[in-house]
């Protein structure tokens, strides 16, 4: 098993361009996440999907898109960058979100730059 | 404001002895908690979890305390390891919802 899978591992943009990172996961798990790591600020959730075509909003969504149309992948899309969504972003996923009794696993991570 | 919280942004500690990282939270619906370790350029990996049930939850070297009283967890390596040198974050979810962290704390097990 490849686990979760990240791409790219590392990302500069410029005001006002687009990209999408990428996730994939392989163990089957219906829930997948992404999450922003910010100095001093821990992991802040962005998105996130309980299944195959439903996703919903976490503590941070503005100026990011998702869609959820396989089981494995979870794009994240930056529509118009800004230098405040320069960041390090992990995807994660899990067997489920509910019951709290579960483990998730993270990728390696996107190092994003918006200069 | 911050619904789970690490104090100690880092923490030296000498190889051999112990590592006490502290967590405090202030949503007393939160069930739920977990332990990451995360290496530098990699994905946080998970170390160890406790329910609300339990006030300690062992693991190897690793030992997690509750005090759901306090709203305060503490994580405890025995003994400590250069290879433990990472940060750590704490994470907390209240049932069926979606997980919270804190900041991390850095730990450098000096050899």
């Known amino acids: 098993n490849a686990g979760v899978t990240q791409t790219p591992k590392f990302q500069v943009l410029k005001t006002g361009q687009s990209m999408t990172l990428q996730c994939a996961q392989d163990m089957n798990h219906e829930y997948m996440s992404w999450y922003r790591q910010d100095p001093g600020m821990g992991l802040r959730l962005i998105h996130y999907s309980v299944g195959a075509g439903i996703t919903d909003q976490g503590e941070v969504p503005n100026g990011y898109n998702v869609s959820r149309s396989t089981t494995e992948d979870f794009p994240l899309r930056l529509l118009s960058a800004a230098p405040s969504q320069t960041s390090v972003y992990f995807c994660?996923?899990?067997?489920?979100?509910?019951?709290?009794?579960?483990?998730?696993?993270f990728g390696p991570g996107t190092r994003l730059t918006v200069l | 404001d911050q619904q789970v919280k690490q104090n100690s942004p880092s923490l030296s500690v000498q190889e051999g002895r112990i590592s006490i990282l502290n967590c405090d939270y202030t949503?007393?619906?939160?069930?739920?908690f977990l332990w990451y370790k995360k290496y530098p350029a990699e994905g946080p990996t998970f170390l160890i979890s406790?329910?609300?049930?339990?006030d300690k939850n062992e693991d190897g070297r690793f030992t997690v305390f509750l005090n759901k009283s306090a709203k305060h967890l503490s994580l405890h390596i025995v003994p400590s390891q250069p290879g433990d040198s990472a940060v750590y974050f704490c994470?907390?979810?209240?049932?069926?919802?979606?997980?919270?962290f804190g900041p991390g704390t850095r730990l450098s097990a000096l050899p």
């Open positions: 994470a907390a979810s209240n049932y069926g919802q979606n997980f919270v």
């Open positions: 406790i329910s609300s049930i339990k």
């Open positions: 994660a996923s899990s067997y489920t979100r509910t019951g709290g009794m579960h483990t998730q696993y």
């Open positions: 949503n007393s619906m939160f069930d739920y």
